[in-house]
């Protein structure tokens, strides 16, 4: 792994300890969120608000999550080690590797050439096993499903068919689900073959979930 500074492990405990001021209380999740350094996804000018609790831009016009939407989205998933998690839109990298460091199996889609190689290549350089797909989300990865969760980090409207349908009976999976001004966190927790139960969890606002692919060539690994 990395080696980081004493300065930057210190601003992580604070941010940790203020997510479990704001309501945060899984300590798996604040765990591995402790022992990712959030600093190294972003880029050099937002280096000093690494561990503020806000998203802040980074390349190709996305952002990378506030840290309480990730813990939010990680505690929805209720994933084990070993699970398998399918991610739409790896964008920074930061949520793959909080769930990597959780011990899941995780396979991330980027319709973003740019993204995609700087994930690619920060999360293996940082010792993470993860498997990365250039793609389109709406699709999924369906010849490796089925998934014990879906994690979608963009908005939209309306949860493709496809992705519910990658999912394994009695898995989950977690959206932004609205507009482009505002979205609400639903969780969509699969109980049979065409039965799935239907939850809200707060507020939240996201970039919007696009089709295609950007400057690249589908299933590229």
Same mark, same amino acid.
């Given at each position: ?146 998934? +014990?969760?879906?994690? /979608? *980090?963009?908005?939209?409207?309306? #949860?493709?068919?496809?992705? !519910? =349908?990658?999912?394994?009976? %009695? ?22 073959? +065409?039965?799935?139960? /239907? *939850?809200?969890?707060?507020?939240? #606002?996201?970039?919007?979930? !696009? =089709?295609?692919?950007?400057? %690249? ?5």
């Amino acid at each position: 792994m990395i080696e980081e500074s004493f300065e930057a492990r210190g601003k992580r405990k604070k941010l940790i300890d203020e997510l479990r001021g704001k309501g945060i209380s899984d300590e798996k999740v604040l765990e591995a969120m402790n022992r990712v350094p959030r600093h190294l996804f972003m880029d050099d000018a937002f280096l000093k608000h690494a561990y503020q609790d806000k998203a802040f831009p980074i390349s190709s016009g996305q952002t990378i999550s506030q840290p309480y939407t990730v813990a939010v989205q990680t505690i929805l998933l209720n994933v084990g080690k070993r699970d398998k998690v399918l991610e739409i839109g790896t964008g920074s990298g930061y949520q793959a590797a909080v769930l990597a460091e959780m011990g899941v199996k995780v396979f991330t889609i980027e319709r973003q050439r740019e993204l995609y190689r700087k994930a690619q290549t920060l999360l293996t350089s940082m010792g993470y096993r993860i498997h990365f797909f250039l793609g389109d989300g709406y699709e999924g990865q369906p010849q490796y499903g089925p998934y +014990d969760g879906i994690i /979608i *980090t963009a908005a939209t409207a309306e #949860v493709p068919e496809k992705l !519910l =349908k990658q999912l394994c009976i %009695g898995g989950r999976l977690v959206v932004p689900k609205g507009g482009r001004d505002s979205q609400v966190m639903t969780l969509y927790s699969r109980r049979g073959e +065409d039965d799935y139960e /239907i *939850t809200t969890h707060g507020f939240f #606002v996201f970039v919007p979930m !696009l =089709k295609g692919i950007v400057n %690249g060539r589908e299933n590229e690994q």
